[in-house]
């Protein structure tokens, strides 16, 4: 799979493996009669006397359960380089901030014509800004051809819903070349997955809502920047606009980390088993997983990433078959999101927005056993008929 840039397995930080830093990452030394992560710390102000100095000033800028996320997060996407992680209360909250916080009225911004829908409706309020915004398909590096000029790129790969994925090296070096700042949403993949900065990006940010914390329960999100003035700047754009996760939802999703690799390694071989078995069915069309080894994205993806995520996507004949099928799920609940331990899908034409067909699932594999997933899935196609 993967060679040096984007691989995802040994090395940086005493070379240790996924699991294991997975386990590790962020909790203090062991102290005795401690637990091994403390517990949330909720404060609003911290006893400071005198003159204002010291790390925890106010709970609106620092939190010491943050900081020990923080300090995970940043190993996980840049295990071989320092680098500075800053939580937020959605993924929405840390996307804005490295827009929001980077561009200028007059400065080009280039997003994916294909990405989330939320990021994408940040289009209309920077235009109100007087900020220019181009879009282009993530297929094909098709964003290279509109780089000229801009001062942010952003990547979505794999995009979703349709899980297509770019060359994230090949354009971070063109952006770079034309004195953009290139951020790359590693949400769908995990910092297990695909490691953005090691590919050339400047910012990996991230809903940590999602495959990161796998259970959904909480909303977070995050950003991680290997330079100081970049970090300071998402860091001040928190402070201002307030987009601070809650301290349980921050203690929570660091307790989620320790299985992250359990996780996306089962979430990707149930992924893989479920877009094989859907790609034997005369009514299935348009089956799309970056792992198969015939997807049209599976080249570019093997090369920057390790695991290839918990989403599948197919298409039905017509919204009817489509609502037909989910209804005769047992085991998957419909519902949005995806990366969660239980299954979910969905008919994402419901939301608008997205330029699918009307009978395009979205469905995203929880650890269930593979057979479990499979036969239910059969079983409702089979019904759906
Ligand atoms: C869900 C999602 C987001 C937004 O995250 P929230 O935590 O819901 O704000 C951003 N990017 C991608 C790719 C997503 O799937």
Request: hydrophobic share 40%; aromatic share 6%; proline share 6%.
């Amino acid at each position: 799979m993967g060679d040096s840039g984007g691989h995802v397995g040994r090395g940086g930080r005493g070379g240790r493996g996924d699991s294991t830093r997975s386990v590790h990452a962020g909790r203090p030394p062991a102290v005795a009669y401690e637990p091994s992560l403390p517990g949330p710390v909720f404060v609003s102000h911290y006893h400071l006397p005198g003159e204002p100095a010291g790390p925890y000033l106010y709970g609106r800028d620092e939190n010491p359960t943050w900081t020990r996320l923080e300090e995970a997060l940043s190993q996980l996407e840049s295990p071989d380089a320092a680098a500075e992680a800053v939580v937020f209360s959605s993924g929405m909250a840390a996307i804005s901030s490295v827009v929001l916080a980077h561009v200028r009225s007059g400065d080009t911004v280039v997003l994916p014509s294909d990405c989330y829908q939320t990021t994408r409706a940040l289009r209309d309020r920077l235009e109100s800004y007087g900020v220019r915004v181009r879009l282009a398909p993530t297929a094909g590096e098709a964003q290279l051809d509109v780089l000229d000029g801009a001062k942010l790129l952003w990547i979505e790969t794999p995009s979703n819903p349709e899980l297509d994925v770019c060359d994230v090296r090949r354009l971070a070096e063109t952006a770079h070349a034309a004195g953009a700042l290139v951020a790359v949403d590693n949400t769908l993949a995990t910092p297990l997955g695909q490691r953005p900065l090691n590919l050339g990006a400047d910012f990996a940010v991230a809903s940590g809502t999602k495959a990161l914390t796998g259970h959904g329960d909480l909303l977070l999100g995050y950003v991680v920047v290997r330079d100081a003035e970049l970090a300071a700047s998402v860091r001040l754009w928190r402070k201002t606009v307030g987009a601070i996760p809650g301290p349980m939802e921050a203690w929570l999703a660091h307790r989620s980390l320790a299985t992250l690799q359990l996780r996306v390694e089962r979430q990707a071989a149930n992924a893989l088993a479920l877009a094989a078995a859907l790609k034997e069915r005369d009514e299935v069309s348009g089956v799309r997983h970056p792992g198969l080894p015939d997807d049209p994205a599976h080249r570019v993806a093997a090369a920057q990433m390790r695991w290839f995520g918990s989403v599948v996507s197919f298409v039905l004949p017509d919204q009817d078959h489509a609502d037909r099928f989910l209804t005769a799920l047992r085991l998957t609940s419909e519902a949005t999101s995806f990366g969660s331990v239980l299954s979910t899908a969905e008919r994402r034409g419901r939301w608008g927005g997205d330029s699918v067909p009307d009978g395009f699932i979205r469905f995203s594999v929880g650890v269930e056993d593979a057979d479990d997933i499979v036969a239910d899935v059969l079983q409702a196609l089979d019904a759906a008929k």
